[in-house]
């Protein structure tokens, strides 16, 4: 690999643990679209900022976009509080707004200057490499990794220091509040995060990946664990997998590197949908299908254990009257009179099924149940 | 020991005429509520009729547009670590991602402050609390793996852990299977003979009598509050809840209560 390459995975992987963190928090949340619209609107606060200071490095417009994230949700809550816009709606008007502005700004006013929507929606990682952080003529690495360093810090310590915080405002913003934690505040402090974190992120990914790497490594190790410390873990380690193996196909297609990085978050939760051991549908399945064979084995020997001895047994014991009873169709009746042969039991004499002991046990069990 | 309690404080909790509205709608009228200190008090009344706004109200929660309440005589927010809250179970998410036992911890976050961790003895109080409930054997159990009335019992347990000197209970009976029920029976009497202070929102009238020494009657206005055997009589149920209340357990030396079905 060559080093601009190494660069390149550097970037992609500090940018998906970064946004993995706040990520989990929005998914617990259930405040997953906000990310969207903070991603996207976010760039009205870099605009806005670049025509006060009109430097494009200066660190003043991560500030400015923090403060239009901000904004974008406290103007999505004050629509919704008049009760008459639900909050996805209120999204779903403000996001727009707020970006349409950023885009006529950009495009009547700052024509001449590296700033277009393309590169917001889409980023250009692969020039990551090329805009590098040298100061006193000593090159450091790409200017992207030293941001996205720096912003990752800021959430590993931020999540670290107000873990518990963090916690019970999500589970219980009313007990957070009688305890004194002001919700509001941890709520706004955590959205402060998401802006920081989605405009530093996206001048190298672009907002689409920002969301994917938000979102989805955090809804995949949602599945897979249900301890918060791991959720949050495995999210940062999804995220980083999926920047790895999305750089990998890009290069595999010879495609946008962002778009593929995002692909691949899209492969890794069907993935994890599919197969999580627990909660995953193929487990799932599995498990509806076992439920289901063992429920119809013990129907059948309850079945046997009621009439066992009585005057009716010689004819309710007989294999072909289960279909009939039990309303099984054929072959089903034969594959669980066949299975609780084979379990030892009941055995089948003069075409009569008969419990074995054991089976009389397991139908005594089945029925208190 | 008892600083919290200023001299010559009767109650407990005291608000003084509440009123509180949700978009012009009045959710709370002009309402006293005075609970003294150490006894079990029931709010009952029709559903809408303010009763988890008046507990919010007095954890400081909603703002009232009138009135105030006072903790021992003082504003909530310089008595808040006596006051534990119970809030209905259904007000949060129990497919969050975490155990028995951290649930109950939440309670020890009051009294740790900003930053500061819970550590082990955090972690052995709330193992006592959930012994306190039954729930020892759930400490690590997924939060929705619980029953209903787990669930419950780890929401009372967290207020133990807060070791405070006034409950706040939403319907903590609401849902429960038959031991949830016995066991907050049991524990209310406990925190009553420790000379702590509860209120509970409380739906099921037949109860009212057997669990609680003092009622609230509340629709709106506060239609009546003192001990059960005054004030939970037909008329003053009537009153409440608009018509006739059949089929109520109760005692009391005003009209006698119509038991007929």
Same mark, same amino acid.
């Given at each position: 690999?060559?080093?601009?390459?190494?660069?390149?995975?550097?970037?992609?992987?500090?940018?998906?643990?970064?946004?993995?963190?706040?990520?989990?928090?929005?998914?617990?949340?259930?405040?997953?679209?906000?990310?969207? &619209?903070?991603?996207?609107?976010?760039?009205?606060?870099?605009?806005?900022?670049?025509?006060?200071?009109?430097?494009?490095?200066?660190?003043?417009?991560?500030?400015?976009?923090?403060?239009?994230?901000?904004?974008?949700?406290?103007?999505?809550?004050?629509?919704? +509080?008049?009760?008459?816009?639900?909050?996805?709606?209120?999204?779903?008007?403000?996001?727009?707004?707020?970006?349409?502005?950023?885009?006529?700004?950009?495009?009547?006013?700052?024509?001449? =200057?590296?700033?277009?929507?393309?590169?917001?929606?889409?980023?250009?990682?692969?020039f990551a490499p090329f805009n590098r952080?040298?100061?006193?003529?000593?090159?450091?690495?790409?200017?992207?990794?030293? =941001?996205?360093?720096?912003?990752?810090?800021?959430?590993?310590?931020?999540?670290?220091?107000?873990?518990?915080?963090?916690?019970?405002?999500?589970?219980?913003?009313?007990?957070?509040?009688?305890?004194?934690?002001?919700?509001?505040?941890?709520?706004?402090?955590?959205?402060?995060?998401?802006?920081?974190?989605?405009?530093?992120?996206?001048?190298?990914?672009?907002?689409?990946?920002?969301?994917?790497?938000?979102?989805?490594?955090?809804?995949?190790?949602?599945?897979?664990?249900?301890?918060?410390? +791991?959720? /949050?873990?495995?999210?940062?380690?999804? !995220?980083?997998?999926?920047?790895?193996?999305?750089?990998?196909?890009?290069?595999?297609?010879?495609?946008?590197?962002?778009?593929?990085?995002?692909?691949?978050?899209?492969?890794?939760?069907?993935?994890?949908?599919?197969?999580?051991?627990?909660?995953?549908?193929?487990?799932?399945?599995?498990?509806?299908?076992?439920?289901?064979?063992?429920?119809?084995?013990?129907?059948?020997?309850?079945?046997?254990?009621?009439?066992?001895?009585?005057?009716?047994?010689?004819?309710?014991?007989?294999?072909?009257?289960?279909?009939?009873?039990?309303?099984?169709?054929?072959?089903?009746?034969?594959?669980?009179?066949?299975?609780?042969?084979?379990?030892?039991?009941?055995?089948?004499?003069?075409?009569?099924?008969?419990l074995t002991p054991q089976g009389r046990?397991? &139908?005594?069990?089945?029925?208190?149940? | 020991?008892?600083?919290?309690?200023?001299?010559?404080?009767?109650? &407990?909790?005291?608000?003084?005429?509440?009123?509180?509205?949700?978009?012009?709608?009045?959710?709370?009228?002009?309402?006293?509520?005075?609970?003294?200190?150490?006894?079990?008090?029931?709010?009952?009344?029709?559903?809408?009729?303010?009763?988890?706004?008046?507990?919010?109200?007095?954890?400081?929660?909603?703002?009232?547009?009138?009135?105030?309440?006072?903790?021992?005589?003082?504003?909530?927010?310089?008595?808040?670590?006596?006051?534990?809250?119970?809030?209905?179970?259904?007000?949060?998410?129990?497919?969050?991602?975490?155990?028995?036992?951290?649930?109950?911890?939440?309670?020890?976050?009051?009294?740790?402050?900003?930053?500061?961790?819970?550590?082990?003895?955090?972690?052995?109080?709330?193992?006592?609390? /959930?012994?306190?409930?039954?729930?020892?054997?759930?400490?690590?159990?997924?939060?929705?793996?619980?029953?209903?009335?787990?669930?419950?019992?780890?929401?009372?347990?967290?207020?133990?852990?807060?070791?405070?000197?006034?409950?706040?209970?939403?319907?903590?009976?609401?849902?429960?299977?038959?031991?949830?029920? +016995?066991?907050?029976?049991?524990?209310?009497?406990?925190?009553?003979?420790?000379?702590?202070?509860?209120?509970?929102?409380?739906?099921?009238?037949?109860?009212?009598?057997?669990?609680?020494?003092?009622?609230?009657?509340?629709?709106?206005?506060?239609?009546?509050? !003192?001990?059960?055997?005054?004030?939970?009589?037909?008329?003053?149920?009537?009153?409440?809840?608009?018509?006739?209340?059949?089929?109520?357990?109760? +005692?009391?030396?005003?009209?006698?209560?119509?038991?007929?079905?």
């Amino acid at each position: 690999m060559t080093s601009a390459q190494v660069d390149v995975l550097l970037v992609a992987v500090v940018v998906a643990a970064a946004c993995a963190i706040p990520g989990t928090f929005l998914v617990l949340r259930r405040m997953a679209m906000m990310s969207d &619209a903070i991603s996207h609107t976010v760039l009205l606060g870099i605009v806005l900022a670049f025509f006060i200071v009109a430097d494009l490095n200066s660190p003043i417009l991560i500030l400015g976009a923090a403060l239009v994230g901000l904004l974008t949700v406290v103007l999505v809550e004050a629509l919704s +509080r008049t009760g008459l816009v639900r909050e996805d709606t209120a999204i779903g008007l403000v996001f727009p707004a707020l970006f349409s502005i950023a885009v006529i700004l950009i495009s009547s006013l700052a024509g001449n =200057v590296h700033l277009d929507s393309d590169a917001v929606l889409l980023g250009e990682i692969a020039f990551a490499p090329f805009n590098r952080f040298a100061p006193f003529g000593v090159d450091l690495g790409p200017i992207a990794l030293w =941001v996205m360093g720096a912003i990752l810090l800021l959430n590993l310590a931020g999540t670290a220091l107000f873990f518990k915080e963090l916690k019970l405002a999500t589970f219980d913003p009313a007990l957070a509040a009688a305890l004194g934690f002001s919700p509001a505040l941890i709520h706004y402090g955590l959205m402060a995060v998401v802006s920081v974190t989605a405009v530093g992120a996206f001048d190298a990914v672009g907002s689409i990946l920002v969301v994917a790497l938000m979102i989805g490594p955090p809804a995949a190790a949602y599945l897979l664990t249900d301890r918060l410390p +791991r959720m /949050l873990g495995l999210s940062v380690v999804i !995220g980083a997998a999926s920047a790895v193996g999305g750089y990998w196909l890009a290069r595999l297609l010879d495609a946008n590197i962002a778009g593929s990085m995002a692909t691949a978050v899209g492969i890794a939760f069907i993935l994890v949908l599919l197969l999580a051991p627990q909660r995953g549908l193929v487990a799932t399945a599995r498990r509806h299908r076992h439920q289901r064979w063992t429920f119809a084995r013990q129907m059948l020997l309850i079945h046997l254990a009621t009439h066992e001895g009585t005057p009716s047994e010689a004819d309710e014991s007989r294999p072909d009257h289960m279909q009939r009873h039990m309303r099984w169709p054929p072959d089903f009746s034969d594959r669980v009179i066949q299975t609780a042969t084979d379990h030892g039991l009941i055995v089948l004499k003069n075409n009569q099924l008969h419990l074995t002991p054991q089976g009389r046990t397991e &139908a005594r069990a089945a029925a208190v149940r | 020991m008892t600083a919290w309690l200023r001299t010559g404080d009767p109650f &407990a909790v005291q608000a003084t005429d509440l009123t509180l509205a949700y978009q012009q709608r009045p959710v709370l009228w002009d309402v006293d509520l005075e609970v003294p200190q150490g006894v079990l008090m029931a709010i009952v009344g029709p559903n809408g009729a303010g009763k988890t706004t008046l507990l919010r109200t007095a954890l400081g929660l909603l703002r009232p547009a009138a009135g105030e309440v006072r903790i021992f005589g003082r504003p909530y927010a310089e008595q808040r670590r006596l006051v534990a809250y119970v809030p209905q179970r259904g007000s949060v998410d129990w497919d969050f991602p975490t155990t028995a036992l951290d649930i109950v911890t939440m309670g020890t976050y009051g009294g740790l402050g900003w930053v500061k961790r819970p550590g082990a003895a955090e972690r052995s109080r709330a193992t006592a609390a /959930l012994a306190q409930v039954g729930m020892q054997a759930y400490a690590d159990r997924q939060i929705s793996q619980l029953s209903g009335g787990q669930q419950q019992r780890v929401f009372l347990a967290r207020a133990l852990v807060q070791d405070a000197q006034i409950y706040l209970m939403d319907e903590p009976f609401q849902g429960v299977d038959a031991t949830t029920e +016995r066991a907050i029976v049991d524990l209310l009497r406990a925190l009553r003979a420790d000379g702590k202070t509860v209120v509970a929102v409380h739906h099921d009238l037949q109860t009212v009598a057997e669990y609680f020494d003092q009622v609230t009657l509340l629709n709106v206005r506060r239609i009546a509050a !003192g001990p059960v055997e005054k004030v939970f009589t037909e008329e003053n149920l009537r009153l409440t809840y608009g018509g006739r209340v059949a089929g109520i357990g109760g +005692r009391g030396n005003g009209t006698p209560l119509d038991m007929s079905p």
